[in-house]
C-alpha cells in the first residue's frame, strides 16, 4: 500500500520505518521532504521519527545523503541538543562516501562537541570518533590527542568524565593495533581498570584481555 502523506504517517507513534527508509532511498522528493521534515518540524515526534528513517537509510545508502551534508553540518549549531545529535551521527555515517573531505573543513566545530553543555551530546560526539577514526586516518593523531586530553578539555563532573572514557575505549580499539601512542593509552587503561564507572572498568578489563597488555 503506497502511503500519499508520508508526514502525516511518520508522525504516528507506531510508524513503519523500514517501509520509510525504502521510499526515502528510491524517491528523491520523499528523501528531501523527510530530511526538511527533520530539520525544520518542531514536534518531537516528527522530526525524531524523521531521523529515525534517515539514520538507517544512511548508513544503507551514505552516497545519497552526501549531497545533503551542508544541512546536516548546520545542526552541529542548533539550539536543540538532540538535533546536534542527529548531526554528529549522521555526518560520521558519511565519512566513507566523503571524498571531497569535507569533514576536515568541520572537525574542530565537531570535537567542541565533546565539551558540549549537554554531557548526552558530548557521549554522541566520542561514540561517533568511532566510525569516523577509521574513515579518517589523517586526522587519527588530532583525534587521539583530545580524547587522551579528556579529563583537561571537559568540564564535566569527575563521574561524567569517567563515563566517557568507556567511550573512548571503544574508540581506541578501532586503531590500537597500529597505533603508535601506546604508552599513553596504557596510562589512561590503568586507571580506567580502577574507575568510578563500572562499564569504564569493565571495558578496561576487556580491553587489556583482548590485546593482552601487562599494566
Known sequence: MRINNPIKEIAKKEFDRD??????????????????????????????????????????????????????????????????????????????VDDQDRFSEVFEKYMTLMNDEKFMTAQCCIKNLKKIIKQKGHLEEDILEALLDIDSLCSYPHKQKELLKGDILEVFDQVYQGCKRKSEIKVLLKKALSSVSPKTRKRAMDFVEKYQIEI
Open 19 to 96: 517501509y520509510f527508509v525504502e521510499r526515502v532511498i528510491q524517491e528523491k522528493e520523499v528523501r528531501d521532504l523527510v530530511i526538511h521534515e527533520m530539520l525544520n518540524n518542531e514536534d518531537i515526534m516528527v522530526y525524531y521519527h524523521c531521523y529515525y528513517v534517515i539514520e538507517e537509510a544512511s548508513k544503507k545508502r551514505p552516497e545519497l545523503f552526501y549531497s545533503y551534508w551542508d544541512q546536516f553540518r548546520s545542526l552541529l549549531d542548533h539550539k536543540n541538543s538532540y538535533l546536534r545529535n542527529m548531526g554528529l551521527t549522521i555526518m560520521a555515517t558519511l565519512t566513507p
